[in-house]
């Protein structure tokens, strides 16, 4: 499976990979890094230092500035391949795979972990998520220019990152998380098909679904502390014999912070409602709120 990453990722030498990184490390300083500090961090001579750069800049990795002093910056591509090439540098991949999934922008790779086993790499963006995702986050960052997309991933990804961890120790219905690098959280591949994409299910089935979500919403809500935000039967994965799991948590909220209950109505009012639509489930709203908020014990 090599896919078009995988291509880019063996093309690369270790000057090239060199290079990316001395960009990556002075964003911090500057938009376009000028091609003397490029020079100086990398301690490549010019010819060869321009040989690369051309290089990565016909991949479309790197970006050079228009004008006439000479710079470069990082493009989205860059970083995701600068993350892929650690991930696997570090043991924990292998091999790129082909892209999956409907995601907006279309970055959830299929990848392959030593001995074979399969996972996902979700390649997180800034704007992959919608604004009303992102506004939440954005609070905890001062402005937002270009400069902070990198920094809006990453923090996203290590959002997502961490509350898999919390979530799936305490047993939700989540997929296991694996590594994170960068922007780029692996997680475990779960062999299962969006909800939207499921028809008709047998009533118990459909029943034992839903009340498998529900738990991990309780779990979620009562032992982490947090609501997941953007519920939907795009972000379920159905597994067949009545199990499923969650993804897509990076915009969670927790618990105690402002509109959270709100969410938590949102999420468990849509969810209630397609299955009531779709699989002509019939529960109560308030019995489902009350058993996530973990008031009531039993089940709807
Ligand atoms: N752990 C996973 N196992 C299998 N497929 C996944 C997994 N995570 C994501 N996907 C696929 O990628 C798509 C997009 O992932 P998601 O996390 O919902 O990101 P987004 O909606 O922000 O693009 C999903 O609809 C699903 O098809
Ligand atoms: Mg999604």
């Known amino acids: 499976m090599a896919s078009r990453l995988q291509r880019i990722i063996d093309s690369l030498d270790r000057v090239d990979v060199r290079i990316l990184r001395v960009i990556e490390t002075q964003l911090s300083r500057y938009y376009y890094v000028p091609l003397e500090v490029i020079e100086r961090k990398a301690g490549i001579p010019g010819s060869r230092l321009g040989k690369s ?5 016909s991949m479309k990795l790197v970006k050079r500035s228009l004008g006439s002093s000479s710079g470069y910056t990082l493009t989205y591509l860059g970083l995701d391949v600068l993350a892929l090439w650690s991930l696997i540098r570090r043991g924990v991949l292998v091999r790129v795979g082909e892209r999956i999934g409907v995601g907006k922008e279309g970055d959830v790779y ?29 609070s905890s960052v001062a402005f937002i220019d270009r400069k902070q997309w990198f920094r809006i991933a990453k ?8 509350v898999l961890v919390r979530l799936h120790e305490k047993g939700a219905w989540v997929p296991e998380p694996i590594a994170l690098d960068r922007h780029c959280v692996v997680q475990e591949y779960r062999e299962g098909v969006e909800l939207y994409r499921v028809r008709e299910l047998p009533v118990d089935e459909a029943h ?3 009340r498998g979500l529900l738990e991990t919403l309780r ?4 032992s982490v ?21 969650i993804i897509d948590w990076p915009q969670y909220v927790y618990r ?6 709100e969410l938590l109505l949102r999420d468990i009012r849509y969810l209630t409602s397609y299955f009531r ?3 002509g489930i019939d529960i109560d709203i308030e019995d489902a709120l009350g058993y996530v908020r973990g008031v009531k014990s039993a089940p709807p």
Do not use: C, Q, W
């Open 53 to 57: 750069l051309l290089k990565l800049t």
């Open 110 to 138: 299929l990848v392959e972990m030593p001995g074979g086993g399969l996972a996902v790499a979700k390649l997180h963006r800034e704007g992959r998520t919608s604004f009303s995702k992102i506004k939440r986050v954005r």
């Open 155 to 162: 923090l996203l990804g290590e959002r997502e990152f961490k």
């Open 208 to 210: 034992t679904l839903l």
């Open 219 to 222: 779990i979620a809500y009562t």
């Open 225 to 245: 502390g947090v609501v997941h935000g953007d519920l939907s039967e795009y972000n379920v994965l159905y597994e067949g014999g009545g199990r499923g799991v």
């Open 256 to 261: 105690e912070e402002d509109g959270a209950e």
């Open 277 to 279: 639509r779709r699989f």
